[in-house]
């Protein structure tokens, strides 16, 4: 069974790291040979700092910030991603991904077994 969880890319038009970061990003969720051995799928979403005020007041120094979003067990669960270095790898970049899905997923089901 693939895990399929949300990747969630908060950003503003006109943020060079930002279009950077989406265009491997986009890379690695419309290519379907990415990642066939770690069971994990990957889908993105692109939030726009500028449409919210929350939003804004909490990362407009940040962006690009990441989060794993998973829904799987009827609940929305948050992990955040470490920032990738502009320098990153499409493969490097997916590997960070993937450790921090696998922490994720441990921890859901840590919290399952409790």
């Given at each position: 069974?693939?895990?399929i969880?949300?990747?969630?890319?908060?950003?503003?038009?006109?943020?060079?790291?930002?279009?950077?970061?989406?265009?491997k990003?986009?890379?690695?969720?419309?290519?379907?040979?990415?990642?066939?051995?770690?069971?994990?799928?990957?889908?993105?979403?692109?939030?726009?700092?500028?449409?919210?005020?929350?939003?804004?007041?909490?990362?407009?120094?940040?962006?690009?910030?990441?989060?794993?979003?998973?829904?799987?067990?009827?609940?929305?669960?948050?992990?955040?991603?470490?920032?990738?270095?502009?320098?990153?790898?499409?493969?490097?970049?997916?590997?960070?991904?993937?450790?921090?899905?696998?922490?994720?997923l441990?921890?859901?089901?840590?919290?399952?077994?409790?």
């Amino acid at each position: 069974m693939i895990h399929i969880m949300q990747i969630i890319l908060y950003g503003k038009p006109g943020c060079h790291l930002c279009e950077g970061l989406i265009e491997k990003l986009e890379q690695i969720t419309h290519n379907k040979d990415s990642n066939k051995n770690a069971n994990i799928s990957f889908t993105l979403e692109v939030r726009d700092i500028t449409t919210r005020e929350d939003w804004f007041a909490a990362y407009q120094y940040e962006i690009p910030v990441l989060f794993l979003s998973d829904t799987s067990r009827g609940t929305e669960y948050l992990q955040s991603v470490p920032h990738p270095s502009p320098r990153a790898s499409v493969q490097q970049l997916e590997n960070l991904l993937l450790t921090t899905a696998t922490k994720l997923l441990m921890l859901l089901d840590q919290g399952k077994n409790e």
